[in-house]
Antibody
Framework: EVQLVESGGGLVKPGGSLRLSCAAS????????MSWVRQAPGKGLEWVGRINTKSEGGTTDYAAPVKGRFTISRDESKDMVYLQMNSLKTEDTAVYYC???????WGQGTLVTVSS | DIQMTQSPSSLSASVGDRVTITCRASQSIGSFLNWYQQKPGNAPKLLIY???SLQSGVPSRFSGSGSGTDFTLTISSLQPEDFATYYC????????FGQGTRLEI
């Protein structure tokens, strides 16, 4: 059974940092592109960014609202993907989903609240 | 960036109805179009990929069509469990989602 399990969400003050983790199991992690998608309370889905496979260079792409503040990385030895979020803003408040989008697998999400 | 526009934003229907949701891309995306279903408190679920291919395990009452800039998701006979929010997503150039269509009883 494929599982993507996010962790690391919580309450952080504006300007602060947070690192989200996503543990993958049941898939050949090294073969899949991984993405982060977020959903603000009561709003739609917003793509945050993605990372391709290590063999393809581990290249990343980001959505404009988070570029320069968020960094995605992956650790093939642990089947983990990370989202480092810096300079957080109140508008970053959302449930953050880890997804192997091309394969249709999503985690359950982790809530990040940015508030003073 | 490619913009995705869904219509309608919300839709009221009854069990047994046939419903269609449309999605329009701001430029041609070929068949790089996916459809998701999301219920409150849950992660999105992939229904249709590559415009018309049914994801494994998804009931055959769901179907997708279109290419280029105009796409549709059709539910042939609504079931109670189908009342949810539906999103289209383009994967031609990075990724963007439509704003969602809320399907209500």
């Amino acid at each position: 059974e494929v599982q993507l399990v996010e962790s690391g969400g919580g309450l952080v003050k504006p300007g602060g940092s947070l690192r989200l983790s996503c543990a993958a199991s049941g898939i050949t992690f090294s073969d899949v592109w991984m993405s982060w998608v977020r959903q603000a309370p009561g709003k739609g889905l917003e793509w945050v960014g993605r990372i391709n496979t290590k063999s393809e260079g581990g290249t990343t792409d980001y959505a404009a609202p988070v570029k320069g503040r968020f960094t995605i990385s992956r650790d093939e030895s642990k089947d983990m993907v990370y989202l480092q979020m810096n300079s957080l803003k109140t508008e970053d408040t959302a449930v953050y989903y880890c997804t192997a989008m091309g394969s249709g697998y999503w985690g359950q999400g982790t809530l990040v609240t940015v508030s003073s | 960036d490619i913009q995705m526009t869904q219509s309608p934003s919300s839709l009221s229907a009854s069990v047994g109805d046939r419903v269609t949701i449309t999605c329009r891309a701001s430029q041609s995306i070929g068949s790089f179009l996916n459809w998701y279903q999301q219920k409150p408190g849950n992660a999105p679920k992939l229904l249709i990929y590559a415009a018309y291919s049914l994801q494994s395990g998804v009931p055959s009452r769901f179907s997708g069509s279109g290419s280029g800039t105009d796409f549709t998701l059709t539910i042939s006979s609504l079931q109670p469990e189908d009342f949810a929010t539906y999103y289209c997503q383009q994967s031609y150039s990075t990724t963007t989602f439509g704003q969602g269509t809320r399907l209500e009883i």
